[in-house]
């Protein structure tokens, strides 16, 4: 997932982007727009349905904010161990890339199923009841697991890991190198942080997003019967999406992803906050017991 901040309309938005492998919605009933699609949703399916596969969403957002920044330490040591940022400025980059990148993947591999759950109730329109597929987050999880098995929870991996990797890289990577090349790095005001952070996050969604169109419309399909899956894997799914709309198709919903990229940036500096206080604390708490 290439977007991070929660709220109404966040999940339900997806319907634009992956409407043309649902079978719920039909060509004549497609949404023209955001604007489109925030005017019908509560008229059509009830206001309460903005936030239907929130909760999904909301479990997968921390475990994957915990995850990614436990791990991306953990990958700087390995690619950035004795490099200095000065004097090889091209392989301190790749190094954030690489331990950025890795970091996503791997987190990507234990919150995966929620990220599909969260697609799936989010893409299933209708009003409660019977024109439904899935009731909440333990239905949706338990019937895949019944029809598909535990891959059909995977469906659309691959390219996502494929995503993943680019978008961390760049929102990590880019974000920690422009950091540290200011003349001060600790000490940046934290309006410019945001600005660094928030270009950076537009940059990484845009880059990524044709990969989170396919790897979405990949999700779309399990479940289904084998005469109405659409796409063999995801390369067929690139190529049918081309073939069938344009490029265009691979970045519906990129512009409402930037502008909720905002909560995105606010983590980046969020999280350098906190690492100053929490290294203060640590020298503060080195000196008392040093006294003592």
């Not at 489109?36 to 596969?53: A, N």
């Not at 597929?133 to 991996?157: M, P, R, V």
């Not at 760049?170 to 000490?187: E, H, S």
Request: proline letters at 2%; glycine letters at 10%; charged letters at 20%.
């Amino acid at each position: 997932g290439n977007s991070f901040n929660q709220g109404p309309g966040k999940d339900n938005l997806f319907a634009g982007q992956i409407q043309h492998a649902s079978k719920q919605i039909t060509v004549d009933k497609q949404y023209k727009g955001i604007v489109d699609c925030i005017v019908r949703i509560p008229k059509e399916q009830g206001f309460l349905s903005f936030w239907r596969g929130n909760l999904a969403n909301v479990i997968r957002y921390f475990l994957t904010q915990a995850l990614n920044f436990a791990f991306k330490d953990k990958y700087k040591n390995i690619f950035l161990d004795g490099v200095d940022k000065r004097s090889q400025f091209w392989r301190y980059f790749a190094g954030n890339l690489a331990s950025d990148g890795a970091a996503g993947a791997t987190s990507l591999c234990f919150v995966y199923p929620l990220d599909f759950a969260r697609t799936r109730l989010a893409a299933d329109i209708g009003k409660a009841g019977a024109e439904r597929e899935f009731t909440g987050l333990g239905n949706c999880l338990t019937k895949i697991i019944k029809s598909d098995g535990l891959k059909g929870l995977y469906q659309g991996f691959n390219v996502s890991e494929q995503g993943i990797i680019i978008y961390r890289a760049a929102y990590f990577g880019i974000y920690d190198t422009a950091k540290d090349m200011l003349p001060d790095p600790n000490n940046t005001h934290i309006f410019v942080s945001w600005m660094i952070a928030h270009t950076v996050t537009a940059i990484a969604g845009f880059t990524s997003y044709p990969f989170d169109t396919v790897r979405r419309c990949m999700m779309m399909q399990s479940g289904r019967k084998r005469a109405d899956i659409m796409y063999s894997g995801t390369i067929d799914c690139w190529r049918k999406i081309a073939h069938d709309e344009g490029g265009k198709a691979f970045f519906k919903g990129a512009w409402s992803n930037v502008l909720r990229g905002m909560g995105g940036a606010f983590v980046l500096v969020l999280y350098d906050e906190l690492k100053k206080i929490i290294n203060t604390a640590a020298v503060f708490c080195c000196c008392c017991s040093i006294l003592i």
